[in-house]
């Protein structure tokens, strides 16, 4: 067996840890009491303000466990108000308040810049092989999930 830290999944996974870090520090810096799946959570509802808790989860890969927890500490904070569904009481509606869409304002400049220096020197034709790659192995993980759960 091939030592663990000499596989390419190794690899990856050490690119995102170090990411994430180096991308926290320079948020931090702007906004100090957030994190990295904190902000996203803010971003994607930006973006997608119609999506449940649950599609929202999926986006940043957490359970809904997680992400209730995410909520309540954000609620606290006062980036996102909750409140009940209209059509559906046992569901809840997110808004992004007010302090939460400056925060936002504040973190998007440093989320652009951190990809930009983290991809500093990489070729665009470097990055689209790296993405072709990339998506050939998540593909051949749900391919193969597929495979052995129907045998």
């Known amino acids: 067996m091939e030592i663990p830290s000499k596989t390419i999944f190794y690899l990856i996974e050490k690119a995102i840890k170090e990411y994430r870090k180096f991308a926290l520090k320079n948020i931090r810096a702007q ?3 957030i994190t990295i799946d904190q902000s996203l959570l803010l971003a994607f509802k930006q973006k997608y303000p119609e999506y449940s808790q649950q599609e929202i989860a999926e986006l940043i890969f957490k359970d809904n466990a997680s992400v209730t927890r995410m909520i309540e500490s954000m ?3 006062d980036y996102l108000r909750r409140e009940i569904h209209a059509a559906d009481r046992r569901k ?3 808004q992004i308040t007010e302090k939460g869409a400056e925060v936002l304002a504040l973190i998007g400049p440093v989320i652009i810049a951190n990809r930009e220096e983290a991809l500093e020197g990489i070729s665009e034709e470097a990055l689209e092989n790296l993405e072709t790659t990339l998506q050939k192995i998540i593909t051949n993980c749900l391919q193969f999930q597929i495979n052995k759960h129907d045998d």
Do not use: A, E, Q, R
């Open 92 to 94: 809840y509606d997110l």
């Open 75 to 77: 609620v606290g904070k």
């Open 31 to 33: 906004v100090s009491d």
